[in-house]
């Protein structure tokens, strides 16, 4: 199964740059890398999605390297509304591509 | 435009109840996903549907049964609840079924109690 490992939890403050990698080693060649952002007491949401090098959209940036088996998720200047859950995604190929598989995601906390 | 919804909110069961959670959507979406989300961790895939009159099994179906009789709605059913069944249940929905280029859209959740 693709399988996806981010950091657990982290920690930032107000105005900083965050940036959240995630390691994805058996992505396929057809698969794209999706992340979502999820805040308490409501379903996850789209933020931003790519398949190779850097794609940048009003809410954040994707940063993808050749190889593909990593990406980073870089949101500028945080604020206190961006403490939320993020979840990073690749295709499930070996399922037929039709299963989602979301980690535990990485636990942003912003700080004042 | 409501997106998707689920229904109803917040639900308390006594074990060995049974009740339908319904989601809705109105985004003429193909595909239809249910998910549970227990605290602090990811959420699980339980049962999806790649179009109306199909369902096929997630990562965690046991307990849980669904129908997709039309395109719009996608309901999740637990015939004889249990403790374990505790949990926040979101409905999903996407355009395509190629993983890769997929992006899916959430409902609110529904939190269910299982006594």
């Known amino acids: 199964l693709a399988k996806t490992t981010q950091p657990i939890s982290m920690d930032s403050y107000e105005g900083q740059e965050v940036n959240i990698t995630c390691s994805h080693n058996n992505i396929a060649t057809n698969d794209y890398i999706t992340w979502y952002q999820q805040f308490p007491s409501q379903g996850p949401r789209f933020i931003i999605q790519g398949y190779k090098t850097k794609v940048t959209n009003e809410v954040a940036s994707l940063f993808i390297p050749a190889d593909r088996k990593s990406s980073t998720l870089s949101l500028p200047r945080v604020s206190l509304s961006d403490t939320a859950v993020y979840y990073c995604l690749v295709g499930d190929m070996e399922t037929g591509g039709f299963k989602t598989i979301f980690g535990a995601g990485t636990r942003l906390f912003v700080k004042a | 435009n409501a997106g998707v919804t689920q229904t109803p909110k917040f639900r308390v069961l006594k074990t060995g109840q049974s009740m339908t959670l319904l989601c809705a959507q109105d985004m003429n979406h193909e595909y239809m996903y249910w998910y549970r989300q227990d605290p602090g961790m990811g959420l699980r895939l339980i049962h999806y549907?790649?179009?109306?009159?199909?369902?096929a099994k997630g990562e965690v179906p046991d307990g849980y049964n669904v129908s997709r009789l039309k395109k719009q709605n996608f309901l999740l059913g637990l015939e004889s609840a249990a403790p374990s069944q505790t949990s926040v249940y979101f409905c999903a929905s996407s355009s395509t079924g190629a993983y890769s280029q997929e992006t899916q859209y959430f409902g609110p959740g529904t939190r269910l109690l299982v006594l």
């Open positions: 549907s790649v179009g109306e009159g199909t369902t």
